[in-house]
C-alpha cells in the first residue's frame, strides 16, 4: 500500500506504458534542467543536447516539445536520422572539431547528458552569453574546465540528478499532453544480461524495459 500523496498519476491518454515507464526515469532526469531554466527552452531559444541515448533521447523530445530549436551533438554520425526523427533540428558530429567550432557562441543551454569521458570546455564555447551548461550524465573522470571559460561570457555550468514528486508529476503531464513516451525495446528477464552487454555497448534504441508478466508466464 502506498499513501496517496507519494503516488504518481499516470493519465489515461498513455496508452504504450512499456514506453511510460522510462519517463520516470529519463524523462524527469532531462525534464528537471528543462524545466528549471525553462526562460533558455522555448520558440526562438537554441538548446543543444550532448549524446543521443537513453537520456539524451527524452531530452530531445522535451526540448523540442518546448518549442526549442535542437540540435544534437554526438560522436556517431548514423545517429543523425534518429535525432532528427526525434525531434532535432540540426545535427554536430563531435568528432570533427571544425564542426564543433563552428557553433560557437549559439546556444541559450546545452544539455549534456553522457556519462563517459569527455571535454566539457567545447560545450562552454558553444554557449551564448549568460547560457547553461546543465549536466546530468556522470562520467567516471572529473572534468577540466578553465574558470575563464565561465567568466568570460558569465556563462553558469550546472548539475541536477532527478526531481522530486511535484516535479515528476508535471513532466508525467507534460509527456502526456505532448504525446511523449521513451523509445523502447521490451525484454523478459531471461534477456536481462544480454541487454546489459548491449547497454555497455550503446546497441540498445534506447531503453530496455524488462515485461515481468510475460516473464514469468507459465
Not at 17 to 34: D, K, R, W
Request: charged share 20%; aromatic share 8%; proline share 4%.
Amino acid at each position: 500500500m502506498v499513501k496517496e500523496h507519494f503516488a504518481l498519476l499516470v493519465p489515461d491518454k498513455f496508452t504504450h506504458l512499456e514506453g511510460v515507464a522510462p519517463l520516470f526515469c529519463a524523462g524527469i532526469t532531462t525534464y528537471y534542467p528543462l524545466n528549471f531554466y525553462k526562460s533558455h527552452v522555448g520558440p526562438g531559444k537554441k538548446v543543444g543536447v550532448v549524446g543521443l541515448g537513453g537520456l539524451g533521447h527524452m531530452g530531445v523530445k522535451i526540448a523540442a516539445a518546448m518549442g526549442a530549436d535542437v540540435t544534437v551533438f554526438s560522436t556517431s554520425a548514423n545517429k543523425e536520422a534518429d535525432a532528427k526523427k526525434l525531434g532535432a533540428k540540426n545535427f554536430v558530429v563531435t568528432k570533427d572539431p571544425s564542426a564543433v567550432k563552428a557553433v560557437a557562441n549559439t546556444f541559450d543551454l546545452i544539455l549534456d547528458t553522457v556519462s563517459a569521458k569527455h571535454e566539457i570546455a567545447p560545450y562552454v564555447a558553444a554557449l551564448k552569453i549568460h547560457g547553461v551548461l546543465a549536466s546530468v550524465g556522470a562520467p567516471p573522470e572529473p572534468f577540466t574546465l578553465s574558470g575563464s571559460a565561465l567568466i568570460f561570457g558569465n556563462k553558469t555550468w550546472s548539475a541536477s540528478l532527478i526531481g522530486g514528486l511535484k516535479e515528476t508529476q508535471e513532466m508525467v503531464d507534460f509527456c502526456a499532453k505532448h504525446n511523449l513516451v521513451s523509445e523502447v525495446e521490451v525484454i523478459t528477464i531471461d534477456k536481462l544480461e544480454e541487454a546489459y552487454d548491449r547497454t555497455v555497448k550503446s546497441d540498445v534504441k534506447y531503453r530496455f524495459v524488462i515485461d515481468i508478466k510475460k516473464s514469468f508466464k507459465k
